[in-house]
């Protein structure tokens, strides 16, 4: 699959690893994030798909939620199915922080939430 193939429909993309062309991608609508945030995002995804294979996509659903998603191609037998799961609740434990301030992020400049509304949610 060419990154340049990724239907944007489906759901907003934050980023994308393949450890096929071996290449990252970082959607511009989110340049603006700080340097830290998205080195952090490449070096996860980079580690991810250099550890299990195939192609992981960080992607907003219509509600702002941040789920991974991973394919692989057909025939890649290299692929580790069970490895990926368990690395995907690793990172989601380790990161949490980290995925929920871009959760928060999307919603608020992207879905035009209110912040204060989305931070008494997460207090309860």
């Known amino acids: 699959m060419d990154m340049s ?3 944007k429909n489906d759901a ?3 980023c994308v690893a393949s450890a ?5 991608y970082l ?3 989110f340049s ?7 080195e952090e995002l490449q070096i996860m995804c980079v580690l991810y798909t250099a550890e299990v294979g195939g192609i992981l ?5 219509e509600y702002g939620n941040l789920f991974f998603n991973v394919t692989s191609e057909e025939n890649d037998f290299m692929f580790d199915e069970i490895g990926s799961a368990l690395k995907i609740k690793k990172i989601q434990n380790d990161k ?3 995925l929920e301030s871009l959760e928060l992020y999307y919603k ?3 879905l035009h939430e209110d912040i204060s509304e989305l931070l008494e949610e997460d207090e309860v």
Request: negative net charge; aromatic residues 12%.
């Open 20 to 24: 096929y062309e071996q290449k990252y």
């Open 96 to 98: 949490r922080e980290l």
């Open 12 to 14: 907003v993309i934050l």
């Open 32 to 38: 603006q994030l700080p340097e830290t945030i998205k």
């Open 57 to 61: 996509t960080l992607q907003y659903d």
């Open 108 to 110: 608020v400049k992207f």
């Open 5 to 7: 193939d990724i239907d």
């Open 27 to 29: 959607n511009q609508d």
